[in-house]
Nanobody
Framework: QVQLVESGGGLVQAGASLRLSCAAS????????TAWFRQAPGKEREFVAS????????SYADSVKGRFTISIDNAKNVVWLQMNSLKPEDTAVYYC???????????????WGQGTQVTVSS
């Protein structure tokens, strides 16, 4: 069992930065692949980025590549999502999730956090 708690969301202007965190308890992130997904109003939940337990394999959606960076601190059981050059289209609820396999498919993820709202104004 893994419990995930996201934090760090907020309201920012376009071009600003935010850093989201995903804190795990109940098990260690080192046992899993951790990913960020997001869901905008009226849209499906989509993959944003993922990282393997050792931080050796990273994957990004094309829409965030070059602007977002995912990282992991196994000692603290935290995964970070640094988001730079934010755009209004990045507005969504951001969810942290964990899986035992590398995948961009949300159906492959077993554990989810409650989400944190990110709103980017133009």
């Amino acid at each position: 069992q893994v419990q995930l708690v996201e934090s760090g969301g907020g309201l920012v202007q376009a071009g600003a930065s935010l850093r989201l965190s995903c804190a795990a308890s109940g098990s260690t992130l080192s046992s899993y692949v951790t990913a960020w997904f997001r869901q905008a109003p009226g849209k499906e939940r989509e993959f944003v980025a993922s990282i393997t337990r050792r931080g050796t394999i990273l994957s990004y959606a094309d829409s965030v590549k070059g602007r977002f960076t995912i990282s992991i601190d196994n000692a603290k059981n935290v995964v970070w999502l640094q988001m730079n050059s934010l755009k209004p289209e990045d507005t969504a609820v951001y969810y942290c999730a964990s899986s035992t396999i590398i995948s961009r498919n949300r159906e492959r993820y077993d554990y989810w956090g409650q989400g944190t709202q990110v709103t980017v104004s133009s």
